[in-house]
């Protein structure tokens, strides 16, 4: 897929930052699909991108634009936010086990990042809902619940949790990666309360 700047004429495309990830590249498959333009925000670093970026293209030619750019750069960001229809942010460092070894840099990717995106939105597009892949590493060990193994699968001992943790859960943030995700979660979050953007946070566990 060749990198392009983000198409003006496609004005009701969706945004997708770290959409030549899995989620991302799937998501972009399904929209375009449908008919709806997208435009992939990404920095291509993931094993895979390159691949997922050339499927992207063969399936959908006219539909599918990539931008080469990192969240990290707020004047990139704000350049492609501005005149899209809708934001879905996934662009993230995902690991746990990164973030142990760099911290700083799983900061400024989770973190500032998400800012970034945020701020693009509320100065250049404010009308743009925004969609955020959040992690339940937010909820931490979850202290006081207890898992059985039923199968081959671990799942939880008290049935009320067998579709998920309760958003009432009290937020425990765990390890580097759960704190920088659980700062932008809670930042997308207040964006809404403080300068009223349209916003929502995934809480997701792990993706396949």
Same mark, same amino acid.
């Given at each position: 897929?060749?990198?392009?700047?983000? @198409?003006?004429?496609?004005?009701?495309?969706?945004?997708?930052?770290?959409?030549?990830?899995?989620?991302? =590249?799937?998501?972009?498959? /399904?929209? /375009?699909?449908?008919?709806?333009?997208?435009?992939?925000?990404?920095?291509?670093?993931?094993?895979?991108?390159?691949?997922?970026?050339?499927?992207?293209?063969?399936?959908?030619?006219?539909?599918? $634009?990539?931008?080469?750019?990192?969240?990290?750069? @707020?004047?990139?960001?704000?350049?492609?936010?501005?005149?899209?229809?809708?934001?879905?942010?996934?662009?993230?460092?995902?690991?746990?086990?990164? =973030?142990?070894?760099? @911290?700083? $840099?799983?900061?400024?990717?989770?973190?500032?990042?998400?800012?970034?995106?945020?701020?693009?939105?509320?100065?250049?597009? @404010?009308?743009?809902?925004?969609?955020?892949?959040?992690?339940?590493?937010?909820?931490?060990?979850?202290?006081?619940? =207890?898992?059985?193994? +039923?199968?081959? +699968? #671990? *799942?939880?001992?008290?049935?009320? *949790?067998?579709?998920?943790?309760?958003?009432?859960?009290?937020?425990?943030?765990? =390890?580097?990666?759960?704190?920088?995700?659980?700062?932008?979660?809670?930042?997308?979050?207040? #964006? /809404?309360?403080? #300068?009223?953007?349209?916003?929502?946070?995934?809480?997701?566990?792990?993706?396949?």
């Amino acid at each position: 897929m060749r990198a392009t700047r983000h @198409p003006r004429h496609q004005d009701r495309a969706v945004l997708i930052t770290g959409g030549a990830g899995f989620i991302g =590249s799937n998501l972009a498959d /399904a929209l /375009a699909a449908r008919g709806t333009p997208v435009v992939i925000f990404d920095n291509m670093s993931r094993s895979g991108a390159h691949e997922n970026a050339a499927w992207l293209q063969d399936r959908h030619p006219t539909r599918i $634009e990539l931008v080469h750019g990192d969240v990290r750069e @707020p004047a990139a960001v704000g350049g492609v936010v501005a005149g899209v229809a809708a934001v879905l942010h996934l662009a993230a460092q995902v690991a746990v086990t990164t =973030s142990l070894h760099d @911290p700083i $840099e799983d900061f400024e990717i989770n973190a500032r990042g998400t800012l970034n995106v945020l701020e693009a939105i509320r100065l250049r597009n @404010p009308r743009a809902p925004l969609v955020f892949a959040s992690t339940n590493k937010v909820y931490g060990e979850l202290t006081g619940h =207890s898992f059985v193994r +039923r199968g081959e +699968r #671990y *799942m939880p001992a008290d049935d009320r *949790m067998a579709s998920g943790v309760s958003e009432a859960a009290p937020l425990d943030l765990h =390890s580097p990666y759960g704190c920088s995700k659980g700062a932008a979660d809670q930042y997308v979050r207040d #964006y /809404a309360r403080v #300068y009223g953007l349209r916003t929502a946070v995934l809480r997701m566990s792990c993706i396949y």
